[in-house]
Each structure stands twice: as structure tokens, then as C-alpha cells.
């Protein structure tokens, strides 16, 4: 059974400090991990996705990292409104359907 | 990306009741998915919906709960039947990408607190 874990479960950060979110995963056959960002009463909002260990995709102060068992989102020079709930998701050989951890959200103070 | 639109946004609804959450794309997708996200969880796939077939139902959700319709390729309702507390949550519709991608795209949600 596909499984993915997400840590830490919240994190605050200071504008300007420099951290890492973490996504590990264990499926049967990776079709595609994906990271996305919720803001509160809004849905998922599609960030990036990663096919292959050693990719590495990125979008102004993020960069996302894939390996064979984990997937690491940076974030460099953080600021306020980069607070949200970030979720990573994977896509397996069986079937349709994302399969989602449970999030890491994450607080920017000024 | 496609723009994904859901009707109601939001919904307080009385135990026992019925309500039926509309999601409408602005482009021709040919699989539609309705996800749930309880309070404090991540999101959970209820079914899968093609146009001119039956919704394939997640292990745990049945079709006498959850009716779903997907009358063309830019629609899609879900209800959600005999409600119940524990079915307050958020409601979430996707559609893949484009071009044989696996991402998801979502639309805003629509919020249920049953009383």
C-alpha cells in the first residue's frame, strides 16, 4: 500500500530563514510525486512534479528535490506570504488517484 | 491549467439531509475526481468520474452514499446522501493535465458542516 509522510507537521519560520519540508514516500511503481500548496479555505494549488530520482524542479523561493524514498521541498529567503500548508502527493501504478500526505504547514513571521 | 468552479462554496445542512455539490470546467477533460478532506487530514479520493460511465468508487465509499453524474465533459455533480456529522468536511473536485499528465488541478472547495 502506498504510503507518504510528511514532516515536520508545522514549522515557523522567520522572513529571510532558509529551511526544508520533507516527503517520504514508499509506492509501487512512481508515476509521479507532486507537491502542492493550500491556502486556508481554498483548494490545492499545483506547484510542481517530479518524475525520476534526481530531478529537481523550481519557482522563485522554492525548489523541489526527488529521490528514490523522499522528496524535499526548499525554501530559500522565506516570506509572509509564502505561509500556507504545503502537501505532497504521489502517483502509483495502481489506478487514478493521488494519494496525499498529511501536510506540513508552515508560518512566515515578519 | 483548467479553471475549476464548484457551487455551493459553502453549506450548513441539518442531519439526515441530502446535498448536491455542482463542479464545472471551463475545457473538455475526460476524468473528473471528487476528493474529501476532513478536518485536520489530507485529502482522500472518493471516485472517479468519466463522461458516459459509472463513477469508480474508492475502497470505503459506496454509490448509495455518494451519487455521483457526469452528464458531459465539463460537469459534474456529487451528493452527499443522509448526512451525517461526521460528513462535515471539505469537498474537492480535479481534473488531470493536459497532454497525458498525472497532476491534479482543484478547484476551491466546497465546505459542509452538518448539524
Known amino acids: 500500500e502506498d504510503q507518504v509522510t510528511q514532516s515536520p507537521e508545522a514549522l515557523r519560520l522567520q522572513e529571510g530563514e532558509s529551511s526544508s519540508l520533507n516527503c517520504s514516500y514508499t509506492v509501487s511503481g512512481l508515476r509521479g510525486l507532486f507537491w502542492y500548496r493550500q491556502d486556508p479555505g481554498k483548494g490545492p494549488e499545483f506547484l510542481f512534479t517530479l518524475y525520476s530520482a534526481g530531478e529537481e524542479k523550481e519557482k522563485e523561493r522554492l525548489k523541489a528535490t526527488l529521490t528514490k524514498k523522499e522528496s524535499f521541498l526548499h525554501i530559500t529567503a522565506p516570506k509572509p506570504e509564502d505561509s500556507a500548508t504545503y502537501l505532497c502527493?504521489?502517483?502509483?501504478?495502481?489506478?487514478?488517484?493521488?494519494?496525499f500526505g498529511k501536510g506540513t504547514s508552515l508560518l512566515v513571521t515578519p | 491549467s483548467a479553471v475549476i468552479s464548484q457551487k455551493p462554496s459553502r453549506d450548513i445542512c441539518q442531519r439526515g439531509t441530502s446535498l448536491t455539490i455542482q463542479c464545472q470546467v471551463d475545457s473538455q477533460v475526460t476524468m473528473m475526481f471528487w476528493y474529501r478532506q476532513q478536518p485536520g487530514q489530507s485529502l482522500t479520493l472518493i471516485a472517479t468520474a468519466n463522461q458516459g460511465s459509472e463513477a469508480t468508487y474508492e475502497s470505503g465509499f459506496v454509490i448509495d452514499k455518494f451519487p455521483i453524474s457526469r452528464p458531459n465533459l465539463t460537469f459534474s455533480t456529487l451528493t452527499v446522501s443522509n448526512m451525517s456529522p461526521e460528513d462535515s468536511s471539505i469537498y474537492l473536485c480535479?481534473?488531470?493535465?493536459?497532454?497525458?499528465?498525472?497532476?491534479?488541478?482543484f478547484g476551491p472547495g466546497t465546505r459542509l458542516t452538518v448539524t
Open positions: 480535479s481534473v488531470t493535465g493536459q497532454g497525458g499528465k498525472y497532476e491534479q488541478y
Open positions: 502527493a504521489v502517483h502509483s501504478n495502481s489506478g487514478y488517484a493521488l494519494n
